[in-house]
């Protein structure tokens, strides 16, 4: 017998994995020194927020102390704020910003819709975002301070996930209008939406590097049998890099698990992400160099890390960066793959969880567009399972305003 304490967990959980896999979005990389990384912990609640930590493993910090759901953290491009997602004050998301500490929240949105995915302009002054206050999920922008909102896209498919450009002119976004989630470009007024990606696997969490010049992304393309690895096993889900137009796409990670949520650091030497691989039964954050080598594991405790974004710090870097960028020198070496390095940091330990949560399925994929996806609807079953060690229990998911207000496909 499950505790309902035990399901609400398996389904927070399970939504976790599902958004790590589909639709975080909004890491856009500013070029400067590489600062702190933000990114959400879901363990226990008092636990739970947005975090920052440095890319040495030193200055672990919670910066978010709501019992809501704290997300999408994203680093203004002169690094003294975040922007994130939460649902702190109603049921439907809203955005917010606070600084570099934690401190001057302001709430941004006040829309019965969900309101999602905070992407900063580079010159600070707007904020795009995701929401389906129209009906479906479409890209929206507004001024940093909220006012003047207005829709960039307008199609009947999913629309979400911004990312924008560091010179400013165009925004990178995750449409499922084709007939299943690809990387979109358009211009930074919604005009010249065109599709970056062409692939029947699923791709999503599109990255700029700081110089503009690629986006990181990652796909299921690599799973032997992307629609069918529900429920039975993890999806292996990889993070790739491709020119800024689409061409060129090359695989960074190879690993049996999930490494998703590339974020890039703002000397362009390194790139963050959250993985679920191996034998870990959970996820964390870790740094590898933009080539996918020297992938070190930077959290480590019995909670979620996910939704890594780095802080942009002074501007440009002083000298050119070179693409023999090393992994942070006081992390503990690790070794691409399946294999666990020891952790350069740990959370605070927090109580026991009721059950220790092993999640085997996710990456909901098909019936996109086409027709087939209620916009805004009920109906589609996004069915994601998972197995509760302990109590040995599955629990499935398929509710369709938790599917909306992850980002899920
Ligand atoms: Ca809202
Ligand atoms: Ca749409
Ligand atoms: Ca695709
Ligand atoms: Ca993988």
Not at 294 to 319: C, K, N, R, V
Not at 361 to 376: Q, Y
Request: charged fraction near 20%.
């Amino acid at each position: 017998m499950i505790r309902a304490a035990t399901l609400v967990l398996l389904t927070m959980l399970v939504a976790t994995v599902g958004l790590l896999i589909a639709g975080a979005g909004a890491a856009s990389a500013f070029p400067g020194q590489n600062g702190k990384i933000a990114f959400v912990s879901f363990q226990e609640p008092e636990l739970s927020g947005i975090w920052v930590i440095n890319p040495d493993g030193s200055g672990l910090s919670q910066l978010t102390h709501d019992s809501a759901d704290d997300e999408g953290p994203a680093w203004s491009p002169d690094g003294s704020k975040i922007a994130f997602y939460s649902d702190r004050d109603d049921a439907n998301y809203e955005i917010y910003v606070m600084d570099a500490e934690g401190a001057a929240l302001t709430r941004l949105t006040d829309d019965p819709a969900f309101d999602v995915q905070p992407t900063w302009s580079p010159d600070g002054s707007r904020i795009a975002f995701s929401s389906d206050r129209d009906g479906d999920e479409e890209i929206y922008v507004m001024d940093a301070n909220g006012a003047n909102v207005t829709r960039l896209t307008n199609d009947p498919g999913l629309d979400n996930g911004p990312a924008w450009s560091p010179d400013g002119t165009k925004i990178a976004f995750v449409s499922g209008r084709d007939g299943n989630a690809e990387i979109y470009g358009m211009n930074a007024d919604g005009t010249g939406q065109t599709n970056l990606t062409n692939n029947a696997a699923s791709e999503s969490d599109a990255a700029w590097s700081p110089d503009g010049s690629k986006i990181a992304f990652d796909t299921d393309r690599n799973d032997p049998d992307p629609d069918n690895c529900i429920p039975v096993r993890v999806c292996n889900v990889e993070i790739y890099v491709m020119n800024a137009d689409g061409t060129a796409p090359t695989r960074l990670t190879d690993s049996l698990g999930i490494e998703a949520e590339p974020a890039w650091s703002p000397d362009g030497s390194q790139i963050a992400f959250s993985s679920f691989r191996g034998l870990k039964t959970i996820i964390d954050i870790f740094v590898m160099n933009a080539d996918g080598s020297g992938q070190t594991m930077l959290t480590s405790d019995p909670g979620f890390e996910f939704q890594p974004d780095w802080q942009p710090l002074g501007g440009p870097p002083p000298s050119t960066p070179t693409a023999t960028a090393t992994a942070p020198a006081t992390a503990t070496p690790a070794v691409a793959g399946t294999t666990i390095p020891t952790a350069t940091a740990a959370l605070p330990t927090p109580q026991p969880m009721a059950t220790r949560v092993v999640v085997v399925a996710a990456l909901p994929r098909a019936g996109i567009g086409g027709g087939a996806a209620p916009e805004g609807g009920v109906a589609s079953s996004w069915p994601i399972a998972a197995l509760a060690l302990g109590a040995g229990a599955v629990a499935t998911v398929s509710s369709a305003a938790l599917r909306r207000r992850r980002g899920w496909w």
